[in-house]
C-alpha cells in the first residue's frame, strides 16, 4: 500500500470465552481511503470493527492480545481517555440504535460532546448532517418527534448523521445500508465516497457489488481469518488466493 | 399427538383462568371489606382533625396527624432511598458490566435484604438510636425507612435498566460520551416509566409499614412540624384503633385504610400520567 496507513493491526487475536474468534490478523488501514472488510456472515467482521472501537471492553468473556495502533499509539492497552478515542471513531453498528431522545436531540448529543456550538450553529450543523445522510425531506417537519418513531432505515441514517456529527476522523461503517432500498444505499454509498477526503473510511459488507463500487482497498476474511487483502483492483481482478477466488464467484456467502 | 396438545393447552389456559380469578376474588374481597366497613365512617371531621381527647375511646377528632406524618415520612424516605438508589443501580448497570460475578453478588445481597422483614429495620433502628441518645423522631423514622425502602428501590430500577440492550450503550460510548453521560442521558431516559414504577412501589412499602415505624418514629396526637419531633403514621393509627374493643372505634380503622388505599391510588393515577408522558422517547427493541 503506498498510502500512509491510520490503523495497524498486528498479531490480533481474539478470544470469547473458548472460542479463538480472530486469529492473528494483520492488516493495515490507510488513510483518507475506503477500506472494505469483506466476508461472509460470522466470519468476525463485527468483531474486529468492536476491538477498534474498545468495545470489547464491555465483554468480560473477550479477552484480546496483539496491537492496534492508531497515531502511534497501541490503544489495545492505552493510557488515553478511553472516550476521547472513541470520538476519534464514528462506529455505525450493524443495527441501529438511535438514543431515547428526539430526532433533533439524537443528532445535538452528538454535537455537545464534544463542542461548544451556540444554540443556531447547533440548529444549522443538524439541518447540515441530515441533509448528508438523505433523511432531512423525510423529517424536517417532525424533529421534535421521538427517533424511536422512524423506520428502521431511517434510524439507520440517522445514526450515520450522528456519528458523523461528532466530527470523527476514522468512520467504522458495520453494514450501514443493510436495511436500505437499492437507492438509498446508493445515496449513502456515494457519500462515502465524498467523505473519504477528509476521512479514513472502515465499512463491512457482504454485498459483493457495493464492494467493487466504492471500495479503494480490500480486505477479505474468513472464519476469523485474514486470507488476502490489497487494492480494490488487484482483489477483483487478480485474486491469488483459492477461498476469494471461490468467494468472489459467489459460491459461498 | 395433535389431540393431546390441544387438552394440554385447553387445561393450561383453564388453570390460568381459575388463578386469576382466585386472586382477582381475593384482592377484591380484601377492598371490599376495607370500603364495606370503612365508608360509613368516614367523615369530614374525621380527615381533617387531629385526635381530640377520648378519640381512641370513641370521642371525637381525626387522623389527620397519621395522615400528615405517613406523608412526610414516605416521600421522605422515598426521596432518599431515589436519591442513593439510582446512581447505585446505574453503576452496577453500566459501570460494572464487566464484573457478572460480582453484580450477581451485590443482585444476591440486596434480595436477601428485601426478604428481611420490617420489624428487623426497626429493632436496627432501635438500638442504634439508643446507642447514639436519638429520641423516636420524623428523622429517625426516615432513616429506618429508608434503609428498609433502598433494597427494594435499587433493584426495582435495576431490574428496568437490565432491559437496556447492549447495543445501546455500545452506540452511546461510541460517540464518546462517557460512562456517566449515558448513565444519565441515555439509560436514564430510556428508563423513565420504569423507573416511575419502581419509586411508586418503594413508596407503596414505605406509607403502608408499620413495623419499621413502631419503635422509631414514636407516636403523637400532634401533627410534627419539625424533623426532630415524634410523628404518628397511618399503619399505625390503624393498629391502634383496631386493637381497641370499642366497635366505633374499630370501624375507624377501616376507615383509616381507606385513607391509605385512597393515598396510594391517588400517586399510582398521578404517576401513570407521569410515565406516559415519558413512554414516547423510550427506544423499543
Ligand atoms: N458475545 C459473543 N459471545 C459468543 N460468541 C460471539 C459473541 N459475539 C460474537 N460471537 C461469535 O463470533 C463470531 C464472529 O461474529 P461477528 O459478529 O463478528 O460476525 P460478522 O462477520 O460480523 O457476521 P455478520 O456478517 O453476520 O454480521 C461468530 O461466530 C459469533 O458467533
Ligand atoms: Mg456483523
Known sequence: MNNKPKIKIQNLN???????????????????????????????????????????????????????????????????????????MGLLSQRPYPLPMSIYNNISYGLKINNKWKKKEIEKKVEQYLKQVAL???????????????????????????????????????????????????????????????????????????????ADYVVFMYMGEVIEQGTANEIFENPKKNKTKSYLKGLFY | MSKFKLI???????????????????????????????????SWEMLTQTPKGGFYFGKEGGILNAIIGSLYLSIGATFLAFIIGLPVALYMNIFLIKHKKLINIIRFFLDLLWGVPSIVYGAFGFTMMIFFGIKTSLLAGIIVVTLFIIPIMVRAIDEVLKTVPIGLLESSLSLGSTKSETAYRVFFKQCIPGIITAVLLSFGRAIGDAASVLFTTGYTD????????????????????????????????????????????????????????????QINF
Not at chain 1, 481474539?14 to 474468534?21: A, F, N, Q, V
Not at chain 1, 474486529?48 to 492497552?77: A, F, H, Q, S, V
Not at chain 1, 466530527?167 to 473519504?196: C, G, H
Open chain 1, 14 to 88: 481474539l478470544y470469547i470465552g473458548r472460542h479463538h474468534i480472530l486469529k492473528n490478523i494483520n492488516t493495515e488501514i490507510p488513510e483518507k481511503k475506503v477500506t472494505v472488510i469483506l466476508g461472509p456472515s460470522g466470519c468476525g467482521k463485527t468483531t474486529l470493527m468492536k476491538c477498534m472501537n474498545r468495545l470489547t471492553d464491555l465483554y468480560p468473556e473477550i479477552k484480546t492480545n496483539g496491537k492496534i495502533i492508531i497515531d502511534n499509539e497501541n490503544i489495545l492497552n492505552t493510557k488515553q481517555n478511553i472516550s476521547k478515542l472513541r470520538q476519534k
Open chain 1, 136 to 214: 432531512w425531506d423525510e423529517v424536517k417537519n417532525r424533529l421534535k418527534e421521538p427517533a424511536s418513531r422512524l423506520s428502521i432505515g431511517q434510524q439507520q441514517r440517522l445514526c450515520l448523521a450522528r456519528g458523523l456529527a461528532v466530527d470523527p476522523e476514522i468512520i467504522l461503517a458495520d453494514e450501514p445500508t443493510s436495511a436500505l432500498d437499492p437507492i438509498s444505499s446508493q445515496v449513502i454509498e456515494e457519500k462515502f465516497v465524498e467523505l473519504k477526503k477528509d476521512y479514513t473510511i472502515v465499512h463491512v459488507t457482504h454485498i459483493l457489488r457495493q464492494a467493487k463500487r466504492i
Open chain 2, 8 to 42: 394440554e393447552e385447553k387445561f393450561f389456559r383453564v388453570l390460568m383462568f381459575l388463578a386469576t380469578c382466585l386472586i382477582a376474588f381475593a384482592l377484591c374481597l380484601i377492598i371490599f371489606s376495607i370500603l364495606y366497613k370503612g365508608i360509613p365512617s368516614i
Open chain 2, 222 to 281: 400532634h401533627i410534627p412540624t419539625s424533623l426532630s419531633q415524634p410523628t404518628a403514621t397511618l399503619p399505625l393509627s390503624i393498629f391502634f384503633q383496631l386493637t381497641s374493643p370499642i366497635p366505633e372505634v374499630q370501624n375507624r380503622a377501616y376507615a383509616s385504610a381507606v385513607v391509605l388505599t385512597v393515598i396510594i391510588l391517588i400517586i399510582s393515577i398521578l404517576s401513570r400520567i407521569f410515565s406516559k408522558k415519558f413512554q414516547k422517547n
